[in-house]
């Protein structure tokens, strides 16, 4: 199995002038070495959910869509701010080899980026979830229950004067969460044994993950 931090790029495009320029201003990491600071970490789980399909298509970064309203939702996300936030996401996926189906499907845990708002590229006028998982999955998540451990704010949601800039800045928040999760104090143990972060919850049968919906309404993980 591949390691939690290996690119879900085959092939990533090299820099161009426009990524380099744009990287330039940016930190390389977000937050203290020492780990997330309160009110992080914040938990939001739910069924993925089809959104404009411009993710794979217009950006090459696909995005698994999560409900941002209703009962099943996370009491802290109608008052977050809007923009780019990382962490961690677990979806329960069948065996690698896809031979035997979903009776062996188990919570796999993978490093996420992920943009909260109204996309002001696209202007869009309902409020979303997205998450890109950084790892390349091979089966449709559409459908399947996703489960969050939100460490971090990165920065605003932006408006872009081309579809590239929005993409390069997108490429960047993705080296900024490997380069950030990659630090001791924000590995969660299930992913690698020197990890000081419980991501336990994570990784819960589905049953004991709802009795912890408890715990998610307070908007603290543990
Ligand atoms: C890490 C990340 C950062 C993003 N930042 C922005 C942004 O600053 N401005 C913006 O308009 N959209 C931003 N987006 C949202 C993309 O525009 C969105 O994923 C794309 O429109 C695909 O949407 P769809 O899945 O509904 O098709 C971001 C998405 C991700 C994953
Ligand atoms: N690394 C990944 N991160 C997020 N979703 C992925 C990833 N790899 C494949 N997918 C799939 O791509 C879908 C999102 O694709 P996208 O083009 O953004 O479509 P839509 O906007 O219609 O949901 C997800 O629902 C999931 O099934």
Redesign the pocket.
């Known amino acids: 199995m591949p390691g939690p931090y290996e690119s879900p790029y085959p092939d990533p495009p090299a820099p161009t002038e426009l990524y380099q320029s744009m990287a330039a201003v940016r930190p390389s990491t977000i937050g203290p070495d020492s780990g997330p600071n309160p009110p992080f970490p914040l938990r939001m789980s739910g069924k993925v959910t089809?959104?404009?399909?411009?993710?794979?298509?217009?950006?090459g970064?696909?995005?698994?869509?999560l409900p941002v309203d209703g009962p099943e939702c996370a009491s802290w996300l109608p008052s977050a701010d809007s923009?780019?936030?990382?962490g961690w996401a677990s979806v329960s996926l069948p065996d690698e080899s896809g031979e035997f189906g979903d009776a062996t499907d188990r919570w796999r845990v993978y490093p996420m980026?992920?943009?909260i708002?109204?996309?002001?590229?696209?202007?869009?006028t309902v409020r979303?979830a997205?998450?890109?998982v950084m790892r390349k999955i091979h089966v449709d998540l559409r459908g399947r229950e996703m489960r969050l451990l939100i460490l971090e704010y990165?920065?605003?949601?932006?408006?872009?004067p081309s579809l590239e800039a929005?993409v390069c800045?997108?490429r960047i928040?993705?080296e900024v969460?490997r380069r950030s999760l990659e630090r001791e104090g924000w590995m969660v143990r299930e992913v690698d044994e020197r990890g000081r972060l419980d991501g336990s919850w994570l990784v819960r049968k589905a049953e004991e993950g709802r009795e912890e919906k408890q715990g998610e309404a307070m908007g603290k993980s543990g």
Do not use: C
């Open positions: 089809s959104g404009f399909g411009r993710g794979s298509s217009e950006l970064i696909p995005t698994a869509n923009g780019v936030y990382f980026v992920m943009s708002g109204y996309n002001p590229y696209y202007k869009n979303s997205e998450v890109h990165v920065r605003e949601e932006k408006d872009y929005l800045d997108i928040d993705i969460a």
